[in-house]
C-alpha cells in the first residue's frame, strides 16, 4: 500500500487558509479551515469563530485528510473487468465512460422503456448542490423511476408535521436554557457531538439530563439518569406520561386552550395508557415512569431531543407524534429551550424544488422505494418494466440498506448496467459496470444548511481535483449533455446553482449573501437569538389549525411522504387511514405480536452510530478502523452465558433473511433481550461475507415509510473462540 502524500515543510512553501464546510451528514455541520500549502492540503481545523464548531472536529473529520489523500481513492473512470463483485475493473478515459453511459441508457429506454432506470442517492455528502437531489433533475427529466429515499427521519418528519408543522422548533444553542433535557433515543456525544457543550452548560447551570435508551451509551453515561427501555416501546413511555400529567393535573391548562386542538380527545385517548400498562411494555419501572412525567411536565423549559432511532420500529411514526404533542401539554414552548428538537432544517429557506425540478417528472412515473431495491432487482417486486439499469452515487447501499443478501443477488444480474460515483471502491461499487471518481469536499464547492443548529456554511473549494475526479454537478451536466439534454436547467455552473440554492430573499436570509459566506464562511439564519428564540411561546404552529394537533387533521387524509424524500408534493398514500389520535403500536418483530417468530429469534437487534464512522464512510479509513475496532455484536452476560459466549468469542447472528458473523463483546451496557452491532462496517472488512444490514427487514413503519432498523429479532450461537482454531 502506497504511503499518504508527504506534505511539503514550512519554510519552501506559500500557506493559504481556506474557509469550508464540513460535509457529512451530520447535525453539528462544522466550519472548517483547510490549510493548504503549494497546493496540498496539510491541515483541516474546526472554525473558531463560528459558535457552534467551536474550534473542535470530531474524530471523523479531523482526519478528513486521510480520506482525501488516501492511496484507494478513486483517481479515474474505471471499467468492469471481472465478474461483479470481484473488484476488478480497468482505467478508462471520462469520454469513454459518459459514451457508454449515455449509450446504455439509451438503448435500455429504446428496449424497456426510461422506468427500467433507477437512480439511487441519499447524504454521502450533505452539501446542497452536490448532495441528495443532485441527479434530481437528469433523471426526471429522462424518465426514469423515481427514487422514494426514506433512510433517516422521514417517518419522524411526517409525523412532526402532521403534529406541529415543518417548524425549526427549538434553537439547539437555547438549550443552556433548559431546566430539563430528555434526549430520546440519540448518542449525542458521539453522532451529535457539538450539542454537548450547550447540554453540559445547561447541567452546569442546573438541569437534568435523562437519556432514554436501551443501551448505557456514552451520552447516557454523561447524563444526570439513564432509563433503559424495551427498542420500539418508546411509544408506550410517552403515552403514560401523557397520562400521569393529565391525570395529576400538572397540563399548562392556558396554553392547551389557547394553542392545542383535539385536548379533550386526548384525556380519553390516554386513559388506557397507564404507567403500570407502560412498565409491562418498556420494562422500566411504574415509579421511574411515573418520576419522569412529573419532573418533564414541572421543570420548565423542559425540551426532548429526539433521536432518528425513535422512530425505526414498526409503531415509529406515533411515538414522534406523541413526543411532539408533549411539549404543548406542559407549556414548555413559553420559554427559549423549551419544546422540541427534531429537524432545525425547516428554518432554512432552501429552493429545493430548483435542485430537485420535481416538475420533470411525467406524472404517473412509477416511484420505487431504496429499501426494497434488492427486491426490485431480483424480482421478488413485481416491476413492468424490471429495472435494468442503476446510477449510485452519494450512498453505499450495499451496506445501509436493509435485506443485504437479496440486494446482493439483484447486484450480480449479469443483465443489469450499474454506474457507481464514490470516492473509494466501496462494497457496492465493486458491482458497478463503471465506476466514476468523485471530487471530495477539499476539491469542490458548495453551501450547506444543517439539521443540527441555524447557520448556514459555505465550502470554498481548497485543493484541484484529484485525478480526474469531479463534482456531481459537473457528472449530471457531462450526462446531461451525452443524451442531448440542452435546457439550461443542465447546464447550470456551480455559481448559478448556488443563486438558486436558497431564497435569498425569505426573511431568514437577510443580511446573508454569497459575497458574505465566501469571506466569513458561515451566518446564523436571521432569527431572534437564542436567548430570545421561542418560536411558538404563542402558538403559530405550522399546521392548518395554527396549533399544536393532538386530533391531526392531516392523518385524515392518510399515511403521506414529506417531499423531502419522495420529489413532489405530500402524496398521500391511498389506502393507508391513519388514526388522529397518537396512540400505541407495539413492536412487530416481538413475542406479543408474533410469539412464533420471538421463539425462534429470541434477542433484539439494534444498529446504532458508529463513534468513528459516518454511516457507512470512512469505514475503509485504517485510523478510524483502529478506533472502531472489527464488527462486535453487543450482549447482556445473562444473553451471552446462556449460550456459552464469552467476549472475543466469534459469533453468528441470524434470522430468516441472513447470517453473519461478528466478534462477541459481553457488556451490561446493553439490556437483556437486546443485542447491539454498530453501522458501517463494510463486507470487505468483516469475519464473514456479510454486515448487519443482512438481518435487517425492509418493513417500513406505520408513517412516512421509515426504516424498522430497531424492529428486527435474531438469534446468536457461538462460532469459536479464539482459542478455539479448529472451528473458525
Ligand atoms: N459518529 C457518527 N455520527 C453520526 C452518524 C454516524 O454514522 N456516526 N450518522 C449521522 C446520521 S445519518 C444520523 S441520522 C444521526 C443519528 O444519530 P442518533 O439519532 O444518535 O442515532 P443512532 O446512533 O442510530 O441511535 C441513537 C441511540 O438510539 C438507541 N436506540 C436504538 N433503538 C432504540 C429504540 O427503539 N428506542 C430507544 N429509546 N433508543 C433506541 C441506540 O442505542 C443509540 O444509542 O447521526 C449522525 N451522526
Ligand atoms: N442498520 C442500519 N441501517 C442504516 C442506518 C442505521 O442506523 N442502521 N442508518 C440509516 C441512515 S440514518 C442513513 S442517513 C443512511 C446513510 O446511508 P448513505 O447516505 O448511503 O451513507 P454512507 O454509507 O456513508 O454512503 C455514502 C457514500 O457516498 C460517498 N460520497 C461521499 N461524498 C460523495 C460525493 O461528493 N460524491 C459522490 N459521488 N459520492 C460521495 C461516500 O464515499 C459513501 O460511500 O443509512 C441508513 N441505514
Ligand atoms: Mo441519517
Redesign the pocket.
Known sequence: MTELIDPPTATETTELKVLGAC?Q?CPDTCAMVVTVQDGVAVDVAGSKEMPFTDGGLCVKVDNYLDRVYHPDRLLHPMRRSGPKGSGEFEQITWDEAIDEIATRFQQTIAEHGAEAIMPVS????QGIL?GLNVGDPFFNNLGATVAERT???AGSCTAYAMTIGDTAGVDPESMVHSKFILIWAANIQSTNLHLWPYIREAMKRGAKVVVVDPVRTRTAKAATQHIPIRPGTDGALALAMMHVIIAEGLTDDEYVAAHTVGYDELVERVQQYTPEWASAETGIDVETIRTLAREYATSQPSVIRIG?AVERHAGGGQTVRTLSCLPALVGAWRNPGGGILQLPLWAFPVNWGAMMHPELITPGTRVVNQFLLGQALTGAMQLDPPLKALMV?????V????DQDELIEGLSREDLFTVV????L?DTARYADIVLP????LE?EDIMFSWGHLFVTYNNPSIEPRGEAV??TE?FRRLAAAMGMDDPVFRRTDTEMIAEAFDWTAPAMEGITVEGLKEKGWARLNLPGPDEYAPHRDGNFRTPSGKTEFLSSAAAAGNFVVPLFRQGSNDHQPGQEVDPLPHYIAPRESSAADAELAARYPLNLI???AHAF????YGNIERHQKVQKPATLIMNPADAESRGIESGDVVRAFNDRGSVTLLAKVDDATISGVTVCH??HWRTDSLGVST??SL?PTRFADLGNA?T?SDTLIQVERVSSPEDPTTA
Open positions: 460535509p451528514d441519499y447524504l454521502g455528502t452536490n433512510y433517516c427521519d432518528v452515487y452519494n450512498s453505499n447501499p451496506v445501509v440498506c436493509p460515483s464514490d470516492h473509494f466501496t468523485a471530487t471530495t469536499q469542490q463534482p456531481n457528472l444498529s446504532p452510530k459516518i454511516n457507512s464512510s453501522l458501517g448487519l444490514s435487517n426504516p432498523f
